[in-house]
């Protein structure tokens, strides 16, 4: 009978070992899948955003024709910006669409007529919308990775977290602070 508070011992710290291991587990993954949940919100916002630049390229094109390396410029980002497939290839994106698009206000700037055209002001509006739920799904995302990252790196889950396969993940950070540090223009 000696024997049996050693194996009871050694049998309860196994099953604390084990649910511990299968609650940071779980914890792990549902990090991981809401992670994954905001980067889609982040590229549902951005390929709206896409979406919209064609069309107010096509309005300050009908007032501005001659301005061709502007719109060459912002069609170049755009794209840019639809092929980036993870943070920090879609933060450069965001850089250089940052600065195509303040390029392309400062186009409309110089014609009266596009700036009280209700299509352009319309264009404006749904492009403001959209720049601030940008802002917001990057927060959600940078919140989630945030959280992943540090479970990942607590003790003792970093002694067992990539070896069940989690890793850390990217922030979505813009690598050109000086393109995004003013943002476009908007005038109504």
Do not use: C
């Not at 709206?48 to 069609?75: C, W």
């Not at 639809?82 to 940052?98: T, Y």
């Amino acid at each position: 009978m000696e024997w049996l508070w050693p194996v009871l011992i050694i049998v309860a710290v196994l099953l604390l070992v084990g649910i511990y291991l299968w609650s940071t587990y779980n914890s792990l993954v549902q990090l991981n899948v809401r992670v994954d949940e905001a980067w889609s919100g982040i590229t549902v916002q951005l390929k709206r955003r896409a979406d919209l630049i064609p069309n107010l390229i096509e309005t300050v094109r009908g007032y501005a024709a001659h301005e061709k390396e502007v719109f060459e410029g912002v069609t170049r980002a755009r794209a840019e910006t639809l092929s980036a497939s993870g943070p920090a290839e879609a933060g450069v994106a965001e850089g250089h669409l940052q600065q195509a698009l303040r390029s392309l206000f400062a186009v409309a700037e110089a014609y009266p007529q596009l700036q009280a055209s209700q299509n352009y002001l319309q264009l404006q509006h749904s492009l403001v919308d959209t720049e601030d739920k940008i802002q917001a799904a990057r927060r959600f995302y940078n919140g989630g990775v945030r959280e992943l990252n540090t479970k990942i790196k607590v003790f003792p889950n970093n002694l067992f977290a990539r070896g069940l396969g989690f890793s850390e993940r990217e922030f979505f950070e813009v690598s050109d602070d000086g393109a995004i540090s003013e943002p476009p223009r908007v005038q109504f």
